[in-house]
């Protein structure tokens, strides 16, 4: 299926590894432009190499930056001043109890995952108003609706994208820009696959019975039994990035695998 997405330009924080990087190349794969983000330099550079490559019709960009940096942002903006997709995807997360979050810690992961993001959202939902065409999208968690508490401090701000997501759509009545929200549950980055090979060290198990070892034991109300691929979240980006999803504005969209046990 054509998405409709040929020659746009699309910002994706956070794109040189995991759910951002499937992002990038499922939206690469339907024409987009994509402008590669990471605070490494190589990293970005190798990316977009990564894209020019498999996808070389397309014009992938470096944008390098840390967003949660008010000079290198500014950067940013000169540099791409427009975008027609803006996926805010950057964030931090880590196990932690209750007690050991500090006043600092609460700062740095609503710096780092809600006003880095709002202040992308910001700069650039007014062009894609004035545009008459825009996508913006974050991303949160299972955990936004369903706090595990085990990371309070980064349950919270996804929690409050979905509301920051549903304010912004406000504001794109009777337009062609749509402001989403994708849920993701337990997803397999680079950082979670060693962390499963790290547990299961018998090397006569496949990496397949060790997810399912550990889905069944840690997280067991998954329906899927398995960690969902970026390349699928990847997907339902690009879809909800294109024409064809405009009818979805500040929507909390889903993809937990059945994680969250509820109907809405």
């Not at 027609?84 to 810690?105: F, K």
């Not at 849920?183 to 990496?207: C, K, R, W």
């Not at 397949?208 to 980006?237: D, H, T, Y």
Request: glycine share 6%.
């Amino acid at each position: 299926m054509d998405m409709g997405l040929h020659n746009k330009t699309a910002l994706i924080t956070g794109s040189t590894k995991g759910i951002g990087k499937a992002i990038a190349f499922e939206l690469a794969r339907e024409g987009v432009n994509v402008l590669i983000n990471g605070r490494n330099n190589e990293e970005v550079e190798q990316t977009v190499n990564e894209v020019r490559s498999q996808f070389p019709t397309t014009s992938p960009q470096n944008a390098t930056a840390d967003i949660v940096d008010a000079k290198q942002i500014e950067a940013l903006y000169e540099k791409y001043p427009h975008v027609d997709i803006l996926v805010n995807n950057v964030g931090i997360y880590e196990i932690m109890p209750y007690e050991d979050v500090d006043d600092a810690t609460w700062e740095k992961y609503f710096r780092t995952n809600v006003l880095a993001a709002n202040g992308l959202s910001k700069f650039y939902l007014p062009k894609m108003l004035k545009n008459e065409f825009g996508r913006m999208i974050f991303i949160a968690s299972e955990e936004a609706v369903m706090p595990s508490g085990r990371m309070p401090q980064y349950c919270m701000t996804k929690s409050m994208l979905l509301s920051l997501s549903k304010s912004l759509s406000k504001l794109t009545a009777g337009t062609e820009v749509t402001v989403n929200t994708i849920m993701p549950g337990p997803t397999l980055s680079e950082h979670v696959q060693q962390i499963i090979e790290g547990i299961y060290a018998d090397d006569n198990m496949t990496f397949s019975e060790k997810e399912k070892q550990f889905m069944a034991s840690n997280l067991p109300q998954s329906e899927i039994q398995r960690f969902i691929r970026p390349m699928e979240i990847g997907r339902l980006a690009a879809f909800i990035s294109s024409p064809f999803a405009s009818a979805f504005k500040g929507s909390p969209i889903r993809m937990d695998g059945g994680m969250v046990p509820t109907i809405f």
